[in-house]
């Protein structure tokens, strides 16, 4: 398989906090230099959340703004993913940095359980959402939690709602939503080609699923995503002392599979973005 493989770091998301890992990036000087080596690991796609001081979620467009600079500074070429996700705010502020014009945005299309409550993504946002994101020249991300999101994101697309070729993420290991099921994922992977021809696609594990999802999305032919969003462990005994230590791991597996770790360019020119 001769295929790159592009490695996304997740490097802080919602809510781990210093508390379940030191290493976890907060401020927004921490999460650059995160970044930076991560990027430097192999990672050419950073999907960013950002966080009050208190460690608390955040969705200030300000402290996006300060974060792209600085990653387009530090980290020339790499792909900057901003999340919409719902927990760093309610409605429309879930958007409100999508003015910023990063090249891409994580875009929930359905609602489903998490852990202790309902990730709500009401039709109406959904839209706006994706409009917003046409209206920026913001590529979405897909991101499906269920067979159902994957559908969803083929009605949006024929409708032009999703305007260029879909880039698809299946989230496997959420406790209350989809398990790591390798009878799913082998399905949601046969859904995504049908639906979407030779279009890129990626996987994302949480927790201590995360090995085994990008282990089963890179030798299937997608792309991976890591960092410590999703799991703050590198095995089962120790803490993940970095970012850059779980890119680090994945491209081992990319390496496995005789799978090259994807270049910034080489992920743009996938993901059908202009080359920075």
């Known amino acids: 398989m ?23 990036p907060i401020t927004v000087s921490e999460q650059i230099e995160s970044t930076q080596e991560a990027f430097e690991a192999g990672a050419t796609i950073c999907h960013a959340h950002v966080r009050n001081d208190d460690e608390t979620p955040s969705s200030d467009p300000d402290k996006f703004a300060a974060l792209k600079e600085g990653l387009e500074k530090y980290c020339p070429g790499m792909i900057i993913q901003f999340s919409t996700g719902g927990r760093s705010g309610a409605g429309k502020t879930r958007g409100g940095m999508l003015q910023l014009k990063p090249d891409m945005a994580s875009l929930s299309v359905g609602s489903n359980n998490f852990p202790t409550r309902v990730y709500e993504n009401p039709p109406d946002l959904v839209d706006w959402l994706a409009a917003e994101m ?8 897909v991101e499906a939690f269920d067979l159902s999101h994957i559908l969803k ?26 398990p790591a099921d390798r009878q799913v994922f082998d399905f949601y992977v046969e ?19 995360q090995l085994r999802i990008n282990e089963w999305s890179i030798a299937a032919g997608g792309h991976a995503r890591t960092g410590l969003e999703d799991n703050v462990r590198l095995d089962r005994d120790r803490l993940a002392p970095s970012n850059a230590a779980l890119v680090r791991k994945t491209a081992e597996i990319c390496a496995i599979n005789n799978r090259a770790v994807a270049t910034a360019d080489q992920a743009r020119n996938i993901l059908g973005l202009t080359t920075a």
């Open 2 to 24: 001769s295929d790159p493989c592009i490695i996304c770091v997740a490097i802080t998301g919602s809510l781990p906090t210093k508390a379940h890992n030191p290493a976890v």
């Open 134 to 141: 046409q209206i920026h020249g913001v590529k979405p991300e």
């Open 153 to 178: 994101a083929a009605d949006m697309h024929a409708k032009g709602d999703i305007s260029d070729t879909p880039y698809v993420q299946f989230v496997m290991g959420v406790k209350n939503a989809m």
């Open 191 to 209: 859904t995504v080609g049908r639906l979407f021809p030779g279009a890129p696609w990626c996987a994302a594990g949480i927790g201590r699923e």
